[in-house]
């Protein structure tokens, strides 16, 4: 079956500290996979997303290569900031265009 | 261009009534797909909509149900609504049926049944 394992948190981190969220999933196929982030009192934002094997999704300074050997999407930022608090998913789509998810990581940076 | 929209953002229920949600996707998405967050359970997919046609359902009971209308807006109903129930109901559009098109996301329904 398809499913996503993600880094349980919450995370804290300082300011300018180095972030690794780590995500590995298990699926049939080619599936596509993203990072999803949720600011409280919102809903869902696509972060980033990477559609085949070896490919680099980046946005807002965030990054995380499609490693199909290790069936990793890492999600990581060299220097984070006090906005990057919220709660990141990871997930992939297979087959039929449905989404399974991770159960989220909580990050908080302070400053 | 306007994002996914959804109503009514907030809606307490007692156990046993009804409810409906909305949601009206981006303009030119034919897709719609339903899921549910809970703290407990995370996000957990209800089922999707494509051009009017039912394409997944996920493992929910059969009080839950939905439908999608020729515009591509679309509604979930749950029935005798239980304790359990309570969660944020999060809707989201995109282009096709690809796997990999985007999904976009709307603010979701926080429902609270009593």
């Known amino acids: 079956g398809n499913s996503v394992t993600q880094m349980e948190g919450p995370v804290t981190l300082s300011e300018e500290a180095f972030l690794t969220i780590n995500c590995t999933y298990t699926?049939?196929?080619?599936?596509?996979l993203f990072w999803y982030v949720q600011y409280p009192g919102e809903g869902l934002q696509l972060l980033l997303k990477a559609t085949k094997a070896d490919d680099k999704g980046s946005n807002k300074g965030f990054e995380a290569t499609y490693r199909k050997e290790t069936t990793s999407f890492h999600l990581e930022k060299g220097s984070v900031q006090v906005s990057d608090s919220a709660v990141y998913f990871c997930a992939l789509v297979n087959t039929g265009n449905q989404f399974y998810f991770g159960t989220g990581t909580s990050l908080t940076v302070i400053p | 261009k306007a994002g996914v929209t959804q109503t009514p953002r907030y809606l307490i229920k007692t156990r046993g009534q009804q409810v409906t949600l909305s949601c009206s996707p981006i303009s030119g998405h034919r897709s719609v797909s339903w899921y549910q967050q809970t703290p407990g359970q995370g996000l957990q997919f209800l089922f999707e909509?494509?051009?009017?046609?039912?394409?997944n359902k996920g493992n929910f009971p059969g009080r839950f149900s939905g439908r999608q209308f020729s515009n591509s807006r679309s509604e979930m109903n749950v029935s005798t609504l239980e304790l359990g129930d309570s969660a944020l109901y999060l809707c989201a559009s995109s282009l096709g049926a690809e796997r990999t098109d985007t999904q976009y996301f709307g603010p979701g329904t926080r429902l609270t049944v009593l």
């Open positions: 699926a049939t196929g080619y599936p596509s």
């Open positions: 909509y494509f051009s009017e046609t039912q394409r």
